[in-house]
């Protein structure tokens, strides 16, 4: 049962990480669109940003792959 | 002159829109190739067994791991060197000597390959638990990362010798390529970043660049100069991140360290932020290591589940509907590769920035 334990780990970790980065692109793209000069800039960031939050995801994702091995 | 641009900038869009579908077809056939053959292994392990099961967690991770043999196609595949350290000294032979793991090989131990860990044994193939066999071998990932260093050595001593050749001027083949590139890791990552400290790490952080980018790209090749996972083999990405801690530390100004020792916060508050100042200096080349050897490995597993679908199912129309998803998910792994890169690259600089400007950026506040 371990495994199916680990998926629902996995499962909980993308709907953190889904909220997350649907939060910073939305935001991203709310802020080019009234800046557009800042494109540049915003998507920079946007994209440290949702790397940091790709990776508590991914800690999750690894702690899963581990339970389950 | 804006035509010209256009029209440059659509040849460009086009030419790279068809090496992408090029390369992502050529890459799924590959994965296709590369599983049916071990698809055929597999189904040798279920005569073993006399299960009628195909164990896809078993085949991807086989792909994910690093391995003694190079597999080429069918029931071919490159021996790689394997080289021991045991008390009794070193032993070096070629992997093909195990067959696979069916086989023995006597040495100065006698050795036994289990999911590619070799262990010494006895006479009756017991694994003798008090000798440590340290693995120095030549495998797939420690080949591919030789490859990558002479590709890469190859590719900017070429570039580095058509800028002392015509100095700054157009760039000319694989330099035309190459200085976009350059410089946006220097325009776009380091310099906002660093500032006036640019220069001195420019080596680091290119180099790290285009080290991960080439090997991600080669993760994504299914045959052989590729099909190595050197990027999502957590050592590679562990030794990668140490050298930024390594960096980040030393290069470190004094207001780094009163930052960690003597934060502006009451002094009650002492026992409880210093000791997370120190566990953050720790933290921030292991979300690093893990982040890469995650997003890699994680692409890997997903393209290969995918293909391992239609093996499963054993079905056709599940091979049909599940193809035109493996396009996509290859192209947006070759996106994955490109941006991992960056990501690591652009936060070493943030990181080492951090600690190298930190006077600049008490200004700020």
């Known amino acids: 049962m371990t495994g199916s334990i680990a998926a629902i780990g996995a499962g909980l970790a993308a709907i953190g990480a889904g909220l997350g980065i649907g939060r910073i692109g939305g935001s991203a793209m709310e802020s080019m669109a009234r800046q557009p000069e800042a494109a540049n800039k915003i998507q920079t960031t946007m994209l440290i940003a949702a790397a940091f939050v790709e990776a508590v995801a991914l800690f999750a994702v690894v702690v899963s792959l581990l339970g389950n091995g | ?365």
């Open chain 2, 1 to 365: 002159m804006t035509h010209i641009n256009n029209l440059k900038s659509i040849q460009y869009i086009i030419k790279k829109a068809i090496f992408t579908i090029v390369f992502s077809i050529v890459s799924l056939f590959s994965f296709a190739n590369h599983d049916t053959t071990h698809l055929a292994t597999a189904n040798v392990h279920e005569e073993n067994n006399g299960e009628e099961k195909f164990d896809i967690n078993k085949t991807i991770m086989e792909h994910v791991a690093d391995a003694h043999d190079w597999h080429l196609w069918g029931h071919t595949s490159i021996h790689l060197p394997v080289i021991l350290y045991t008390n009794k000294g070193l032993d070096f032979f070629s992997s093909g000597k195990f067959n696979h793991g069916h086989d023995i090989y006597v040495g100065k131990y006698a050795y036994k390959m289990e999911h590619e860990k070799i262990h010494a044994v006895d006479e009756n193939g017991n694994v003798l638990e008090d000798v440590s066999v340290l693995d120095f071998s030549i495998t797939k990932n420690v080949a591919t990362l030789l490859i990558t260093v002479f590709g890469l050595i190859l590719i900017f001593l070429t570039v580095a010798n058509g800028y002392s050749k015509r100095g700054i001027g157009a760039p000319k083949g694989i330099q035309s390529w190459l200085e976009p590139i350059i410089l946006f890791v220097r325009d776009d990552i380091a310099t906002p970043n660093l500032g006036k400290h640019t220069n001195k790490y420019m080596p680091y952080l290119l180099t790290v660049f285009f080290f991960i980018w080439f090997n991600n790209m080669l993760g994504l090749i299914p045959f052989f100069p590729g099909g190595a996972n050197v990027t999502g083999n957590i050592a590679v990405t562990m030794v990668l991140s140490v050298i930024t801690f390594v960096l980040t530390n030393i290069n470190a100004k004094k207001a780094y360290w009163s930052h960690i020792f003597l934060p502006h916060v009451p002094l009650w508050l002492y026992p409880l932020m210093i000791p997370v100042e120190i566990i953050g200096i720790f933290t921030k080349p292991f979300a690093l290591m893990i982040r890469l050897f995650a997003n890699i490995t994680a692409g890997h597993i997903l393209v290969l589940s995918l293909v391992c679908l239609a093996i499963l199912f054993k079905s056709f129309a599940v091979g049909f509907a599940t193809t035109p998803l493996i396009v996509f998910i290859s192209a947006i792994e070759l996106l994955v590769a490109f941006l991992q890169a960056f990501i690591f690259t652009i936060l070493s600089a943030l990181f080492i920035g951090m600690a190298v400007n930190i006077e600049t950026e008490e200004a700020h506040h």
